[in-house]
């Protein structure tokens, strides 16, 4: 029922710019305000994988969010709006990419400076610039060199995009998750070394990338979008104040800056258009069409 009724508003919008001739361009048309939809991708290539999306396909999502409208702001402006001070414009969007692949510098950043569109990378800071035996990293000159494009570069953890041990069974959690199970000790790991584990691969992160970029780093995106309570608390004590999961919302100034949401555009199946109703489905609210939107339809 609530996508045959987005898809009907969908319409009536379409029909509505129809309508208004040259009164109204379809990139005037208010689908939400005062919130922003953060976007995640992962890597832009030919490959075939659930998180890689082909050149051409990113080319018509930003398109895409050219043509309908969107207002890509960039990740600090995005932070200045959750702190109450500043505004952000309608359609609000904000671009990142996880892991820090090299396609990012070869394939996205290109694309988006040609928009003048910002954009962010999340890098797993102990892989920059590995190129053997795995989808190659990015470069400390690459990330220089897109910074002074408007890109911007922040944590994705030290070495934790991993799975750990956590029992004598084998099972496996998020490295930020849960204690590691030590095998070689047979027992898991005490409050305090968890603590110590955590602290150490985040500090690294952010002191490296302050000694290779020259920037504070406030923003982290969480290995597979999950953390305990107690890592977060020590990511918040180390200056990651802005904490980005892979739930799928949008976000506004009431929501969790430790659990902030992100609509996961990477997936080769997703079309322009696919990604469009996705924006607009989170972006109008519960109750239907918002005020604006009547107003110009």
């Not at 960039?74 to 996880?98: C, H, M, W």
């Not at 922040?154 to 095998?183: E, M």
């Not at 690294?204 to 000694?211: A, H, K, L, N």
Request: with cysteine; glycine share 8%.
């Amino acid at each position: 029922m609530k996508k045959i009724t987005v898809l009907l508003i969908i319409a009536l919008i379409s029909i509505g710019i129809a309508g208004c001739g040259s009164d109204l361009e379809e990139s005037e048309v208010i689908y939400y305000k005062d919130k922003a939809a953060v976007l995640m991708y992962h890597h832009v290539g030919e490959e075939s994988s659930a998180s890689t999306i082909r050149p051409e396909q990113f080319s018509n999502h930003l398109s895409m969010l050219e043509e309908k409208g969107f207002n890509v702001i960039s990740i600090n402006e995005f932070a200045q709006y959750l702190d109450g001070k500043r505004k952000v414009p309608p359609n609000a969007v904000v671009i990142t990419f996880d892991d820090g692949y090299q396609s990012f510098y070869q394939e996205a950043y290109p694309r988006l400076k040609e928009k003048d569109m910002a954009a962010t990378a999340f890098v797993i800071v102990s892989r920059v610039g590995v190129t053997e035996g795995e989808i190659p990293k990015l470069t400390w000159e690459e990330m220089q060199e897109m910074e002074q494009d408007g890109m911007t570069i922040y944590s994705h953890t030290y070495d934790s995009h991993d799975y750990v041990q956590v029992n004598p069974d084998g099972g496996k959690k998020p490295a930020l998750v849960k204690a590691r199970y030590l095998v070689d000790q047979g027992r898991s790991e005490t409050v305090e070394e968890f603590r110590n584990r955590i602290t150490a691969d985040l500090s690294r992160s952010s002191q490296e990338i302050e000694s290779n970029l020259g920037h504070s780093v406030p923003f982290l995106a969480l290995p597979y979008g999950w953390a305990s309570d107690t890592a977060l608390e020590i990511a918040n004590n180390l200056g990651f104040k802005y904490i980005f999961t892979v739930k799928p919302g949008i976000n506004d100034r009431k929501t969790d800056h430790n659990k902030l949401n992100r609509i996961n555009a990477g997936n080769p199946e997703i079309t322009a258009d696919q990604l469009f109703q996705t924006l607009f489905e989170f972006g109008v609210p519960a109750g239907g069409i918002s005020k604006t939107l009547k107003q110009q339809v």
